[in-house]
């Protein structure tokens, strides 16, 4: 009997393998379920997380009754789209497959997260904060501080930090941070309070209207961790104001700025090889929402404290961040949901001057410290396309000078010329199309173009220079031509005897072109086809003549040019 087993032993066995077997496909299962259902495993976590929100449809309910229009978003349905939803995905595939991000260790890298808001709805700014905090590592997310910026909802903060303290009670690691100012202090001047009360390695600026994407952080970590100087932005997605619905942003953008300091997105070329998912530099940040070091944020002297409650901040950031040995990225595999409101959903506080708007006054204050603080002589190009920011005025001290010389000696920082060569080439390209720009002035009068009384046509006259809305000419380098913002140019009826000037759409028809091409011959303003000077022989009216040297009439100064006179 020795090679027979005994009929116990034989069934012993076969329970063993049995539950062997039983055992080996449950735990198949389980991994399937697992790989398969990833996405929707995430959907079912975030809605467990929102079963335990204790409270905040009660926190939501005491939102005041405001409209649309008072935020500039649906209000209705970011009262009923829950506190978080799943999100497509945005961020290419590679992103998750092919990517190991190279993180620090937590302990080096601890991230607080600064949100100002003012006049937010609950459910917009809970959103944000609950997809945050979600959606972070929590070994990563070291503090939450968050700063109502004197809004109405006098109880949101209380209410907010009551609900808050509930819902992440169990997280120890994470601080949550609560303020109020009880005067308005504008977004610059609150991020700035934030950015001093963290006490992370890493600050993440957000705004109060954003839903956060899957796996934002990593990407962004690895590249701060590479680079101690860098500044990075997340891609924003968009969120549609009216259907809150959440869509891709686009990767071939990057941001930029003009010469009177207004920011655009601009065209990103992608080298031969490079995909549109790596992270690429940027000459300024895609909106306000950026993570820096904590260190290097302050060594840069945090938002430029002499702007005031909103704009600019994030273009002064930019320029001395590359001048002062920085860079600038955008991660395409961080995704953030931005909320790009049509218009401000907040008043500005009155500034110096009523006459124009407060929201114009104070961005072409913060414009001016900008201009003064870092353009250098290209300064002039700022001032020429906004003569009115000449009569604001700073009320900067000579401490306040020195301190900002003493930071630009401290870093090496560069001057604006080498942010046009190396970062910014579209902006010199910019420069360079033009030969001269601004107000054109003979003696003490301008030239200006208005509707004619008809108002079929343009006309071009002479008109004092303190008029506000006094035409503002560039000269074009290449084609010569002498034309308005508007795109209106001067000419020379054809065939017309005596030579008659007009104002006509800007022609890129060659024959045409010739008519309004103009070349520059000391002041005088000489017409190519006649070789007749642009001439005021008798007041306010402009006619063209023989060339003379050295008349008065003939003598057209632009307020900025870019030759030098011969
Ligand atoms: N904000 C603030 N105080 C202000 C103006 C704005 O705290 O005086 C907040 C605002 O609630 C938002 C952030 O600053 O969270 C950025 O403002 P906004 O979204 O209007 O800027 P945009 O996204 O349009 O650049
Ligand atoms: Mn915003």
Known sequence: MSGCIPHHRLQLCTIFALCFVVCQFVLLL????????????????DHAKE??????REFISHTPEQSTAFYQYNIQLSDTVGAIRSLPRTRHESCDSLRTYNLP????????????????ARSMLLRTIISLVSRTPEDYLHELIIIDDASRDVSLIEDLKELMVKMYATRSRLTLCFMRNHERQGLIWSRNMGAEAATGHYLLFLDSHCE??????????????????????????????????????????????????????????????????????SPAFSGGILMISRDWFLKLRCFNSHL?????????????????GGQIEIVPCSRIGHIFRPRHAFDF??????????????YLHNSKIIAESWLDEYKNMFYVLKPAARQIPLFNTVQDVDLNRQMKLELRCQRFEWYL??????????????????????????????RTDSLSKWEVILDSCYHSDITEWRLLRESGQLSTATERCLGVEKNSKPPLLTMKPCSKHSTKMKAQRWLRRGTQLVHNETHLCLDNPLKNQLVLSPCRSLSASQSFQFALEMDKQT
């Open 30 to 45: 389980i991994l399937l379920q697992r790989e398969t259902f990833k996405g929707r495993l995430l959907l079912y976590r």
């Open 51 to 56: 079963g335990r929100m204790l409270g905040w």
């Open 105 to 120: 260790h937590s302990s080096r890298a601890k991230v607080s997260v600064v949100i100002c808001f003012h006049n937010e």
């Open 212 to 281: 956060v994407n899957e796996a934002w952080l990593e990407p962004l970590l690895d590249r701060l961790a590479m680079n101690a100087t860098l500044a990075v932005s997340p891609l924003l997605d968009h969120i549609d104001p009216t259907t809150l619905k959440y869509s891709k942003g686009n990767e071939l953008l990057k941001g930029g700025f003009d010469w009177s300091l207004h920011f655009h997105w601009l065209k990103r070329e992608l080298s031969a090889k490079e995909a549109p998912e790596q992270p690429y530099p």
């Open 308 to 324: 005031k409650i909103w704009g600019g901040e994030s273009i002064e950031l930019a320029i001395k961040l590359w001048l002062c």
């Open 349 to 362: 506080p009155p500034q110096f001057d009523h006459e124009s708007s407060t929201a114009q006054a104070t």
């Open 421 to 450: 060569r190396h970062v910014s080439p579209e902006l010199k390209a910019h420069f360079n199309e033009l030969s001269a720009m601004g107000t054109l002035k003979n003696g003490y009068r301008c030239l200006h173009t208005r």
